[in-house]
Nanobody
Framework: QVQLVESGGGLVQAGGSLRLSCAAS????????MAWFRQAPGKEREFVAG????????RYADSVKGRFTISRDRAKNTVYLQMNSMRPEDTADYYC???????????????????WGQGTQVTVSS
């Protein structure tokens, strides 16, 4: 059974930092792009950051560029999201996504990924 399990969410003050992790099990995603999305209450799920299968290329939403960093450890089948200089508008449930096709590029739409985690809640207080 394939699982993506996110961790690291929580409550942080504005300006603070959090590091999210997404550990995959049941199969390897070393040949697949992985990404983070988020969904705030009453809003649609949106792309946050993505990383190619090799880890050499990344892509970010404009709203997080320069503040968030995505990385991956292919040997550990894990992807990370380092979030710095956090803002109240970053408050959302954060989801890990994987597999947009073997060796495919980063996809910024939710229908581009075959596997999803259950999400981890992030709250940024002002």
């Amino acid at each position: 059974q394939v699982q993506l399990v996110e961790s690291g969410g929580g409550l942080v003050q504005a300006g603070g930092s959090l590091r999210l992790s997404c550990a995959a099990s049941g199969r390897t995603f070393s040949s697949y792009a992985m990404a983070w999305f988020r969904q705030a209450p009453g809003k649609e799920r949106e792309f946050v950051a993505g990383i190619t299968w090799s880890g050499t290329s990344t892509r970010y939403a404009d709203s997080v560029k320069g503040r968030f960093t995505i990385s991956r450890d292919r040997a550990k089948n894990t992807v990370y999201l380092q979030m710095n200089s956090m803002r109240p508008e970053d408050t959302a449930d954060y989801y890990c996504a994987a597999d947009s096709g073997p060796f495919a590029d980063i996809v910024v739409t939710t229908n581009g990924y075959n596997y999803w985690g259950q999400g981890t809640q992030v709250t940024v207080s002002s």
